[in-house]
């Protein structure tokens, strides 16, 4: 019992919990590797979870479904001793716990795998994963690296996983890395996994590598929670799924028993339409072109070979690929962030190859950063100042050189409101809002900077399905209005319903532009993978559909 | 142009045998080739640069950045002073020479700076700059005032230095038996302080920890390891180093200390910080960077007592002038990603 157990403001609710799971059989006689009883969790003007019940049956892969901020990573924080509760208990293997620390909940049995890794980048894979629980030998005068080492092996061998124990982790691919934490957390002797949006990072083939790992990890007796805003994941990959909506548990479901829309619902409290519609729409002029550019990327190999490309008013281009074929570097060729070595880029019939970020930005052509963090956002600026990123020229809010803050407040408290970012409060630090927030916002100041070219690349990663849904609808109006849109996502149903025309971009070069109705899911996936349309054949690579 | 020391690693790294070799060649024929008066002094002069660099390297890689080394070096030297001054220059005190007893009290006082510095910067969540800052100014203030009142003076009384420790057979060997063999316990310390703390950082838990601690808290904190006794124990050990070199350098090379303008120290714990960023923040790499600045400072001596008609002024700032060019031609130093960042448990 921890004290906030006694001074709870629900007193009642957990002295009658007391000793009910002693015997570690829940009243219906499964057997539950956790199960959390009543956790309350408040935050300053916040009730992150209020009152919620999680059973989690051991063997089984146990879905945490909900939309950005409905108090899933919270509640997973508490089992892991990272919060405490202000009440509710925590049981794991039928024993009332109170976790301090991740220590405790380490020493319980407990391993989480953050949504972003907690990786030493410079450190090797080996060092990682026995970082904190290193073995020593000579009177721990010196890390045991060889049983370090046999110990991966056994762990790789056992969970058939492939990783070089020697490699370095920030030479590591995300797929890796995640097995790395998964392996870091089993090294720990972890019984109940907790994977916070495992997929988020992940390739369409990833995620497909990802099902087969907890598949086998179940398969062994350890009990995975899976914490998701996706459907298909949870439908896909859960032996159940619980609901949270706005802190509270909405109740536990069997995938089987349920369908994606009823999900849905559950999840947002209301009626969802989970295709967004693209009707056609007359396109005008090329607003934007690019002819036969060329990027190197920083190590100075070709990543960007030849494309050309033309984005007309009131069209969606998207393009779609597996990360690392370019994709970024031609996107920061188009908004200046990087200066392409061949080749010409026209923005409304101008050449504007030359022209400065700032210039760029000015006449009208907003900007989605793929890395949220890194480029979209000033992590320590409260959102008002974040809000004027990129229009701190403009005269609208800095006319005679002097910034109009009421002016930059009203709008960025507009954009909150409108684009339903989660805490509403304009004077928060960006970092202090979850990744899906964040993008929200940053995809609101950018929608509403009148553009006349939308560069989006993965505008709803990391955003949960109500908030998917307006920002798609969002795009499609603009591009109603006439707004050329260049789409990035690595999200196959959202670039397929969104765009009029798709490109495949393989190795920097373009492999095919379709019309994304003529081209089946399973033809897109082998396009990904660099097969070209002339050799069709059927024995390529997984595409990583899962319906 | 890239970092020489770096290129080094990389070498050893690849081909370690024919790198040791070529290493240990060049190393003779400098030796041969150079004054054995020079090498000495290069030695003994790189005393404070060397331990205050690989202390500064265990704060810098648990995150603290720990500017305040000038000024542990400062407070290590004159209180060793002061500690030998009063129990006597001769003689021993409870069966330890009153020497050693200085050297202790030396490190003690550092290590009680490095704890202040710690706990305001830990506790209080201070800017580590400032913090560190505040330590150096208030070392370089405090140490002649405090020998104002000892000694009427803001130099203290000379005392007594460590004789030269001739280790038997091994000083024999031929050229380099006389320098690394037959030496001030000074400079074995600071051998055997650059190889520990090597060992220390690259093979032990609890260097894997520092440097996680340095480059990604919240990844050692969710491992269940508590980042605040990490970061409390690198600064407390950056004072240990400090502090054997502030007290070593008084008294095995100076046997007193002169508070006036900058000090004895004279800035070396600053050049001691450029000495880890040039190595990377590898303790052997800082050791060899601490015997270029060194040798550069002996040079400066001998040309002056040489009564070469050099400004005195423009000598003085050579070893300056060689920390900015060499930094700004390498840029291959990696700085700990969360280097001067707070870390707090519970909080995203």
């Known amino acids: 019992?921890?004290?906030?157990?006694?001074?709870?403001?629900?007193?009642?609710?957990?002295?009658?919990?007391?000793?009910?799971?002693?015997?570690?059989?829940?009243?219906?006689?499964?057997?539950?590797?956790?199960?959390?009883?009543?956790?309350?969790?408040?935050?300053?003007?916040?009730?992150?979870?209020?009152?919620?019940?999680?059973?989690?049956?051991?063997?089984?892969?146990?879905?945490?479904?909900?939309e950005n901020g409905a108090g899933k990573t919270t509640l997973m924080n508490v089992l892991y001793g990272l919060y405490e509760p202000e009440a509710g208990r925590v049981v794991v293997d039928g024993e009332e716990r109170a976790f301090d620390s991740p220590r405790d909940a380490i020493d319980a049995g407990i391993g989480m795998i953050h949504q972003h890794f907690m990786l030493v980048d410079p450190m090797t894979i080996a060092e990682n994963i026995a970082l904190g629980n290193e073995p020593t030998k000579w009177f721990g005068m010196a890390i045991?690296?060889?049983?370090?080492?046999?110990?991966?092996?056994?762990?790789?061998?056992?969970?058939?996983?492939?990783?070089?124990?020697?490699?370095?982790?920030?030479?590591?691919?995300?797929?890796?890395?995640?097995?790395?934490?998964?392996?870091?957390?089993?090294?720990?002797?972890?019984?109940?996994?907790?994977?916070?949006?495992?997929?988020?990072?992940?390739?369409?083939?990833?995620?497909?590598?990802?099902?087969?790992?907890?598949?086998?990890?179940?398969?062994?007796?350890?009990?995975?929670?899976?914490i998701t805003h996706k459907l298909e994941e949870a439908t896909h990959a859960a032996d159940a799924i619980t609901v949270l909506r706005d802190g509270e548990s909405v109740g536990t479901v069997d995938p089987g028993q349920t369908n994606r829309e009823a999900l849905a619902e559950r999840m947002v409290g209301r009626e969802v339409i989970l295709e967004a519609e693209s009707e056609p729409v007359e396109t005008g002029e090329a607003v934007l072109s690019t002819r036969d550019v060329t990027v190197e990327d920083a190590r100075g190999i070709e990543a960007v070979s030849g494309i050309d490309l033309d984005v007309h008013a009131g069209e969606v281009l998207g393009i779609a690929g597996v990360d690392g074929n370019g994709q970024s570097e031609l996107i920061e060729a188009i908004t200046g962030l990087r200066t392409p070595d061949e080749g010409t880029i026209t923005y409304d019939g101008t050449d504007i190859t030359a022209w400065s970020r700032r210039r760029r930005i000015e006449n009208g052509m907003a900007y989605i950063p793929e890395d949220r963090q890194e480029n979209g956002l000033v992590m320590p600026f409260d959102l008002v100042e974040n809000g004027l990123l990129g229009s701190q020229r403009s005269p609208q809010f800095a006319a005679g050189?002097?910034?109009?803050?009421?002016?930059?407040?009203?709008?960025?408290?507009?954009?909150?409101e409108t684009y339903d970012v989660r805490?509403?409060?304009?004077?928060?630090?960006?970092?202090?809002?979850?990744?899906?927030?964040?993008?929200?916002?940053?995809?609101?100041?950018?929608?509403?900077?009148?553009?006349?070219?939308?560069?989006?690349?993965?505008?709803?990663?990391?955003?949960?399905?109500?908030?998917?849904?307006?920002?798609?609808?969002?795009?499609?109006?603009?591009?109603?209005?006439?707004?050329?849109?260049?789409?990035?996502?690595?999200n196959l149903d959202e670039i397929r319903s969104l765009s009029d025309r798709l490109a495949v971009i393989y190795e920097g070069e373009f492999i095919?532009?379709?019309?994304?109705?003529?081209?089946?899911?399973?033809?897109?996936?082998?396009?990904?993978?660099?097969?070209?349309?002339?050799?069709?054949t059927h024995d390529g690579p997984d595409t990583g559909e899962s319906q | 142009m890239r970092n020489p020391l770096y290129r080094m690693q990389e070498a050893f790294a690849r081909r370690p045998l024919a790198a040791a070799l070529g290493a240990a060649a060049a190393l003779l024929l400098g030796l041969w080739l150079t004054p054995a008066s020079w090498q000495t002094a290069t030695l003994r002069l790189a005393v404070p640069i060397a331990l205050a660099a690989i202390g500064g390297i265990f704060a810098e890689k648990s995150g603290v950045i720990n500017i305040g080394i000038e000024g542990l070096l400062i407070v290590s030297a004159f209180s060793s002073i002061v500690v030998v001054n009063w129990l006597g220059d001769a003689g021993a005190t409870l069966?330890?020479?009153?020497?050693?007893?200085?050297?202790?009290?030396?490190?003690?006082?550092?290590?009680?700076?490095?704890?202040?510095?710690?706990?305001?910067?830990?506790?209080?969540?201070?800017?580590?700059?400032?913090?560190?800052?505040?330590?150096?100014l208030i070392s370089l203030g405090l140490a002649p005032f405090a020998s104002q009142i000892l000694f009427e003076s803001p130099n203290t009384a000379n005392v007594a230095r460590f004789d030269n420790v001739t280790v038997p057979v091994l000083s024999e060997i031929p050229l380099v038996g006389y320098l690394l063999f037959d030496t001030e316990p000074q400079v074995y310390i600071m051998l055997v302080g650059a190889v520990a703390g090597w060992y220390l950082l690259s093979r032990t838990n609890f260097g894997r920890w520092v440097v996680a601690s340095g480059e990604n808290p919240k990844a050692l904190d969710t491992a269940g390891i508590d980042v605040h006794r990490v970061r409390y124990a690198a600064v407390l050990l950056s004072g240990v180093f400090a502090g054997l070199g502030g007290a070593g350098f008084a008294l095995g090379t100076?046997?007193?200390?002169?508070?006036?303008?900058?000090?004895?120290i004279n800035g070396r714990g600053f050049i001691a910080i450029a000495t880890y960023l040039l190595a990377n923040y590898h303790p052997i790499g800082a050791?060899?960077?601490?015997?270029?600045?060194?040798?550069?400072?002996?040079?400066?001596d001998m040309l002056q007592t040489a009564g070469y008609s050099v400004p005195t002024e423009l000598i003085r700032t050579i070893p300056h002038m060689t920390v900015i060019v060499v930094l700004v031609l390498v840029g291959r130093t990696r700085l700990p990603d969360a280097a001067g960042d707070h870390y707090e448990s519970g909080e995203d």
């Open chain 1, 1 to 66: 019992m921890t004290e906030s157990d006694v001074e709870t403001t629900d007193g009642t609710r957990s002295t009658e919990g007391v000793g009910r799971d002693a015997a570690g059989l829940s009243e219906t006689g499964s057997d539950l590797a956790v199960h959390l009883d009543g956790i309350t969790k408040r935050f300053p003007g916040v009730v992150a979870n209020d009152d919620v019940d999680l059973r989690v049956e051991r063997g089984t892969v146990h879905a945490l479904l909900g």
């Open chain 2, 95 to 136: 069966g330890l020479t009153n020497l050693w007893w200085g050297m202790l009290a030396g490190v003690l006082v550092s290590v009680l700076f490095a704890l202040v510095f710690a706990i305001v910067c830990l506790e209080f969540e201070a800017d580590q700059i400032i913090a560190g800052l505040a330590v150096w």
């Open chain 2, 287 to 300: 050791l060899i960077g601490s015997f270029l600045f060194a040798g550069l400072n002996s040079m400066q």
């Open chain 2, 254 to 264: 100076l046997g007193t200390f002169s508070g006036a303008g900058d000090t004895a």
């Open chain 1, 423 to 490: 805490p509403p409060d304009a004077n928060a630090a960006a970092q202090s809002f979850s990744g899906g927030n964040q993008q929200k916002f940053i995809v609101g100041r950018e929608f509403e900077r009148d553009p006349s070219l939308v560069v989006a690349t993965h505008p709803t990663r990391g955003v949960d399905i109500g908030s998917t849904e307006f920002i798609h609808d969002r795009l499609l109006e603009l591009r109603r209005e006439g707004v050329a849109v260049l789409l990035v996502s690595s």
């Open chain 1, 401 to 416: 050189g002097r910034i109009d803050w009421d002016g930059v407040r009203d709008h960025t408290e507009d954009i909150i």
């Open chain 1, 144 to 226: 045991d690296r060889d049983r370090i080492r046999s110990e991966i092996r056994d762990l790789c061998d056992r969970y058939g996983f492939n990783v070089d124990p020697n490699a370095v982790v920030e030479d590591a691919s995300v797929g890796v890395q995640q097995r790395v934490e998964i392996l870091k957390a089993l090294f720990r002797g972890a019984d109940v996994l907790i994977l916070d949006e495992p997929t988020a990072v992940l390739t369409p083939q990833e995620v497909e590598g990802l099902y087969d790992v907890l598949e086998e990890l179940t398969d062994q007796g350890k009990t995975i929670i899976f």
């Open chain 1, 512 to 536: 095919d532009v379709t019309d994304p109705d003529d081209i089946t899911e399973e033809d897109l996936g082998l396009r990904m993978a660099g097969q070209r349309p002339d050799e069709e």
